[in-house]
């Protein structure tokens, strides 16, 4: 195995592990077979002695006498499709690595799919209902929970109406749960039931459907890895979706251009080629003033907006307000910044 730098003028990018033909590596085996661990015994004893207590071994755990069985998985947070590589021991879930022949996630995984395994078999998931008494939380039996808050839903009903109750449903029920809450309201006697999907995704779909044709996901990762140009406006992914930056970055090692309208100097506007830094609150002012260049310089495509775009005449009547010194006024952003931007995407 080999250890390859990526982009190794730059300052704090990391060293990537680069498997053998043939050869398997997981976290573990990198760990020790890097020397990570030697380095960091050693700089553990330069520490102060307060900051250090000595480890005593334990005694060997059953988990390290059971044959240890992998099965391949997939993450059940959302709908990347993320591979998961189940440690399994005697029919136990026991531990778990990302998979690295995925091609989403690529060997790695987000926060959430890191713990993906503790839904089902973590030592801190909740096994028996809990109450809320006096500040502490108390143990108490099914039949006392469903009593009490079967008797607390009876008394809104029957004070208030069965309409005075808003079911909201969730992204993470399956089929069967999303009948069953539909059910449950309609028994309940109301139609006051919906779904978080439904407000914060409708106009996605109608605006994304008017635009491109199809009211969903319009492009893969591949697309990404393709790109010549990317607008990160209102995203954050190296926080908010870390797997789905390893693909943008692959599309920058492919020579994609990367710009980032934020007013913080996050971590994805770290890769930038070119960062917006607008003030908060003017992210439309920008748009207008990408446009007031576009416009000047002839850089719109004209066939997509025949096909596509109507009322162009009334936006064109307003960018034409947006002069490169109106919208660094507004924005903070100097004109030849946001001239670059432009002419980087065109």
Not at 92 to 106: A, I, Y
Not at 235 to 253: C, D, W, Y
Not at 275 to 295: A, E
Request: proline fraction near 4%; include cysteine.
């Amino acid at each position: 195995m080999k250890l390859v730098r990526r982009n190794s003028a730059s300052p704090g990018v990391a060293a990537v592990a680069v498997r053998g033909p043939g050869e398997a590596i997981n976290r573990r085996r990198f760990l020790g077979r890097s020397g990570l661990a030697v380095g960091g015994t050693a700089v553990a004893g330069m520490l102060p002695a307060t900051m250090m207590r000595k480890a005593q071994a334990a005694a060997t755990s059953p988990k390290e006498n059971l044959a240890t069985e992998f099965r391949r998985s997939v993450c059940t947070h959302c709908s990347v499709g993320c591979g998961v590589i189940a440690e399994v021991q005697n029919g136990v879930w026991t531990g778990q690595e990302p998979d690295f022949e995925s091609p989403f996630n690529l060997g790695a995984h987000c926060a959430k799919g890191a713990s993906v395994r503790e839904h089902g078999h973590g030592e801190r998931r909740l096994r028996y209902p809990m109450k809320l008494s006096g500040g502490k939380w108390k143990r108490m039996s099914w039949d006392e929970a469903i009593d009490e808050i079967g008797d607390l839903m009876q008394g809104v009903r029957e004070e208030s109406g069965p309409d005075s109750v808003y079911w909201l449903g969730s992204a993470k029920h399956s089929n069967e749960q999303a009948y069953l809450f539909r059910k449950f309201a309609a028994f309940w006697g109301t139609n006051n039931v919906d779904h978080q999907a439904r407000i914060c995704h409708s106009t996605t779909v109608a605006g994304v459907a008017n635009t491109w044709g199809y009211g969903a996901m319009t492009n893969s990762y591949n697309d990404m890895h393709n790109t010549r140009a990317m607008f990160f406006i209102g995203s954050n992914p190296t926080e908010a979706h870390p797997v789905s930056m390893q693909h943008i970055l692959r599309a920058k090692e492919n020579g994609a251009k990367m710009i980032v309208a934020d007013p913080r100097f996050t971590r994805t506007a770290a890769h930038a080629d070119l960062h917006l830094q607008i003030r908060p609150g003017s992210d439309v002012g920008i748009m207008w003033g990408l446009l007031w260049h576009i416009f000047e310089n002839g850089w719109e495509d004209q066939e997509y907006i025949n096909q596509r775009v109507y009322g162009m005449d009334e936006i064109r009547e307003e960018v034409a307000k947006w002069t490169p010194e109106e919208t660094e006024r507004v924005t903070g952003v100097p004109e030849a910044t946001v001239k670059a931007a432009a002419q980087m995407m065109a």
